[in-house]
């Protein structure tokens, strides 16, 4: 194996090209979690994602994992259940409590990759308006979220949780309904995963994605807070 190029804190440099990156889509080490290198690793289809103790570990895999916005599947047996689904859906009012949902364990993941450095730093993305949350809530009680980077028109899913049946779901689903209807073709889901699969997501080559990540993220999208434009278009998830 070629030895893995290490980024240094506190120093602007660019990015390996992505087509340099491991088989297993490994590109980079090290650097720091700014907002600058975030948004410029996202511009280049490139995440972080790295376990407690370890070095930052920057990824660029192939092929890539996607949703087409107006593509997310939705059962018969999902679409009957929404119908009768009487909770609430908005977007950013609780960025950090949806990052630590994300990061609580799981049955099959029971430690994190939702660092502290990891936290703070899309927190801070979030304060930037860069980063974003859907949370779906039953009463006062969150029921599901997700959070991810959008920038110009594209959207960057990093993580979603579920703290009640179809929780991620409906979140992943109002999410992408919104999107679609803001003009942003795809929604960045980095890795494939049976449950990713099921709702929709499909394969894409590296360079078809980086492509389309170059002129989405240069296409303008209007400034403003998202939980307002997101409530123009909530009452159709539920419908």
């Known amino acids: 194996m ?6 240094h804190a ?4 660019s990015f390996p090209p992505v087509a340099t990156a491991h088989a297993n889509g490994l590109l980079a080490v090290g650097g720091d979690l700014s907002p600058q290198r975030l948004l410029d690793a996202y ?3 490139i995440f972080p994602w790295y376990s407690r103790g370890e070095p930052i570990l920057w990824w660029s895999p192939d092929p ?23 909770w609430t859906i908005r977007a950013d009012t609780d ?35 860069s980063a974003h ?27 979603m949780f579920s703290a009640a049946t179809n929780g991620s779901k409906v979140a992943l689903i109002a999410l992408c309904r919104a999107l679609h209807g803001w003009g942003f073709p795809l929604l960045d889901a980095q890795v494939a995963s049976r449950h990713l699969a099921s709702m929709g997501a499909f394969e894409m080559p590296r360079a078809a994605f980086v492509d389309h990540v170059a002129a989405a993220c240069a296409t303008p ?5 998202w939980r307002d434009k997101f409530g123009e278009v909530i009452a159709r998830t539920l419908a």
């Open 10 to 13: 506190g120093i602007r440099e």
């Open 133 to 159: 949350s859907i949370e779906v809530y039953d009463r006062d009680t969150l029921a599901g979220g997700i959070y991810g980077v959008a920038i110009g028109r594209m959207f960057f899913g990093e993580s």
């Open 64 to 86: 890539r994992t996607v949703f087409a916005t107006n593509k997310v599947h939705v059962s018969t047996k999902l679409r009957r259940w929404l119908r009768q689904c009487d």
């Open 2 to 7: 070629s030895s893995i190029p290490i980024l």
């Open 95 to 129: 960025f950090a409590g949806v990052m630590r949902a994300c990061a609580q364990p799981r049955p099959r993941q029971p430690t994190t990759w939702i660092t502290s450095a990891m936290f703070d730093a899309y927190c801070a993305l979030h304060a930037l308006g």
């Open 43 to 45: 511009r280049h289809g």
């Open 221 to 225: 999208f209007p400034a403003g807070p």
